[in-house]
């Protein structure tokens, strides 16, 4: 059984960085085509892609908040660390992590095909 | 802003069928997942790829794809297909990835 569940903190003071960790089990990261990711929902709002980790440690961040984003692996412990620097209000949001399986050999067919069950941030002073 | 566009909202008569699409310049060389999230749950993955449904998504899911349009079609909704749905691609560079606005679905 494939499992994935972040940890972290509920609540951030604006300009403080943010830690999140998303422990997993039932896979490994170090199998080709096999990634984990991070997306964030704030209340009432759309999924937002932010990172993703690959197997490689091939590391792609969101354009818009890539300079706020620093994703880790460690297989050892079958764990992905999100870091997000300068937290703000606008950041308020329940944060997913998910992993990205490829479905094909050539990774043309791939999707988040299981997600942990969130954890919800609040940032206030 | 999102790069896959996709209508806020969509209703059908239980039984019927309805189709939400996803638009995007990146669909016409990726092919769209489809999520879909009930209120305070985790989204599930119900299509990938081409047309293809993971172990346990019933089979009146169903998606196909035309120039930069992606679309999910429940043939035969039912009450608890009420939710949102997303649609998840690769953005125009291809490096990136990008999930549409959603489409909140109401069976009548």
Known sequence: QITLKESGPTLVKPTQ??????????FSLRTRG???????????????????????????Y?????????????????????TMTNMGPVDRATYYCARLYYFDSGGHSRAFDIWGQGTMLTVSS | SSELTQDPAVSVA????????CQGDSL??????????????????????KNNRPSGIPD??????SGNTASLTITGAQAEDEADYYCHSRDSSAS?????????LTVL
């Open chain 2, 14 to 21: 239980s039984g019927q069928t309805v189709r939400i699409t």
């Open chain 2, 60 to 65: 009146r899911f169903s998606a196909s794809s």
């Open chain 2, 28 to 49: 016409r060389n990726y092919y769209a997942n489809w999520y879909q999230q009930k209120p305070g749950q985790a989204p599930v993955l119900v299509i990938y790829g």
């Open chain 2, 96 to 104: 990136h990835l990008v999930f549409g606005g959603g489409t909140r």
């Open chain 1, 17 to 26: 960085t943010l830690t999140l960790s998303c422990t997993f089990s039932g």
């Open chain 1, 62 to 82: 969101s354009p818009s908040l890539r300079s706020r984003l620093t994703i880790t692996k460690d297989t050892s412990k079958n764990q992905v660390v999100l």
């Open chain 1, 34 to 60: 096999v990634g984990v990711g991070w997306i964030r929902q704030p209340p009432g709002k759309a999924l937002e892609w932010l990172a993703l980790i690959y197997w490689d440690d091939d590391k792609r």
